[in-house]
């Protein structure tokens, strides 16, 4: 007995931090998405770049900014908040608390000073040492709201054993990828859950640079496809969307975890997600808009597949996942732009959400892409 109980507690703590591991790899993982957002939000629309004559830091010493508002100071906040929390749960949970909130708040403060004075050289932005102040103070909210919860996490032996359990190793960067495609979902598309349509922005950037018309589609929107057609388009641009999501999130769980219920949760959040954005974009009244017969049939076909790639072994859902991820980025860039969506797209209220929803529309464009390079790199090393 006395010899059997040093092993039996020796076991526990490799689990424990083999569960440890796993959170702080997909907290790392995400932190760098949601840092690479920040950079998008702050930059947006990226064009108009020019010297003010001023240096970088210029704006820490600059008066209280006149037409400072209350949301303005708010959504710094909370933009922020999310990045503390993530920052905490990316370092060793055995860590001292004075260090580990020392360093979630340090990068969180530089990487919005560093926003800030790139700002200096973009016209459309404006850099101010208020926004700097309330983005360091979401970061410190952040850090502060993970301490308790993280400890209590990765000190769980219950926690360890279902991230052991339902994750394969090193999953951050696919459960990095499935919250991205979420985020994706909040910027308004003619095509319901379907992600890689670039070439519209390529196009309009070539165009800026180049100062010629180019057009995005081969196709004449208004003689191409009738409505019905559009409808069909939509179920089966909705299906790819969906069935690559899917297996993409297949790939990190193991063969013991409740992949069922997992995927078809991830089906859930999507829906919620698209409700969401469509009542942001286009007012509460019409939050259900989206919920039309073609996007139904495409969910309903959606709920059979993920019981479907629940089962699937990990080597034919990576191949599945690779044509499928290879299929939606040919088709949603070759069929020509749905002009019923144009109509309705002109009550879209951007207003002061203008920059989130121009990085949303960067990250649809390309999350394909980098969801091919992440499964088609996970094969190559498994191999």
């Known amino acids: 007995?006395?010899?059997?109980?040093?092993?039996?507690?020796?076991?526990?703590?490799?689990?424990?931090?083999?569960?440890?591991?796993?959170?702080?790899?997909?907290?790392?993982?995400?932190?760098?998405?949601?840092?690479?957002?920040?950079?998008?939000?702050?930059?947006?629309?990226?064009?108009?770049?020019?010297?003010?004559?001023?240096?970088?830091?210029?704006?820490?010493?600059?008066?209280?900014?006149?037409?400072l508002t209350q949301f303005d100071l708010v959504a710094n906040v909370l933009a922020y908040i999310p990045f503390g929390f993530l920052?905490?749960?990316?370092?060793?949970?055995?860590?001292?608390?004075?260090?580990?909130?020392?360093?979630?708040?340090?990068?969180?403060?530089?990487?919005?000073?560093?926003?800030?004075?790139?700002?200096t050289y973009l016209p459309v932005r404006h850099a101010t040492w208020t926004d700097w102040l309330a983005n360091s103070a979401?970061?410190?909210?952040?850090?502060l709201m993970a301490l308790p919860v993280a400890r209590a996490w990765l000190n769980s032996p219950a926690a360890a054993s279902w991230q052991r359990d339902s994750f394969v190793a090193r999953p951050g960067v696919l459960v990095a990828l499935v919250a991205l495609w979420l985020v994706s979902q909040l910027h308004p598309s003619a095509l319901p859950f379907i992600n890689g349509q670039f070439v519209p922005l390529v196009a309009a950037l070539?165009?800026?640079?180049?100062?010629?018309?180019?057009?995005?589609?081969?196709?004449?929107?208004?003689?191409?496809?009738?409505?019905?057609?559009?409808?069909?388009?939509?179920?089966?641009?909705?299906?790819?969307?969906?069935?690559?999501?899917l297996l993409l999130a297949r790939l990190s769980l193991t063969r013991v975890a409740p992949r069922v219920v997992l995927l078809l949760t991830l089906l859930a959040l999507?829906?919620?997600?698209?409700?969401?954005a469509t009542g942001l974009q286009f007012g509460p009244e019409e939050a259900l808009g989206w919920w039309v017969p073609a996007t139904q049939k495409a969910l309903l076909g959606a709920c059979v597949a993920a019981v479907l790639i629940a089962f699937l072994p990990g080597w034919l859902a990576g191949s599945l996942c690779v044509l499928?991820?290879?299929?939606?980025?040919?088709?949603?860039?070759?069929?020509?732009?749905?002009?019923?969506?144009?109509?309705?797209?002109?009550?879209?209220?951007?207003?002061?959400?203008?920059?989130?929803?121009?990085v949303t529309q960067w990250v649809a464009a390309l999350w394909p892409v980098a969801a091919l390079i992440a499964v088609l790199g996970r094969r190559w090393r498994e191999t």
């Open 1 to 67: 007995m006395s010899n059997r109980l040093p092993v039996s507690r020796g076991l526990s703590r490799v689990r424990l931090a083999a569960g440890t591991e796993t959170t702080a790899q997909i907290a790392r993982w995400a932190l760098a998405a949601y840092a690479l957002l920040a950079v998008l939000a702050s930059l947006h629309p990226f064009t108009g770049w020019r010297d003010p004559g001023v240096a970088f830091w210029a704006f820490v010493t600059d008066p209280r900014p006149r037409y």
């Open 87 to 119: 920052a905490v749960f990316a370092q060793p949970a055995h860590r001292h608390r004075a260090l580990t909130l020392l360093l979630a708040l340090l990068p969180g403060v530089l990487l919005s000073f560093a926003m800030e004075s790139l700002q």
């Open 138 to 143: 979401g970061t410190f909210a952040g850090a």
């Open 206 to 245: 070539l165009q800026q640079w180049l100062e010629i018309p180019l057009h995005s589609s081969p196709f004449d929107a208004t003689r191409a496809l009738s409505a019905d057609q559009f409808a069909t388009v939509d179920i089966l641009a909705a299906s790819l969307g969906l069935a690559s999501l």
């Open 270 to 276: 999507a829906v919620l997600c698209k409700t969401v």
């Open 324 to 358: 499928m991820l290879f299929a939606q980025t040919v088709f949603v860039n070759i069929i020509p732009e749905n002009p019923y969506f144009a109509a309705t797209h002109t009550r879209w209220q951007h207003g002061a959400f203008i920059g989130f929803f121009g």
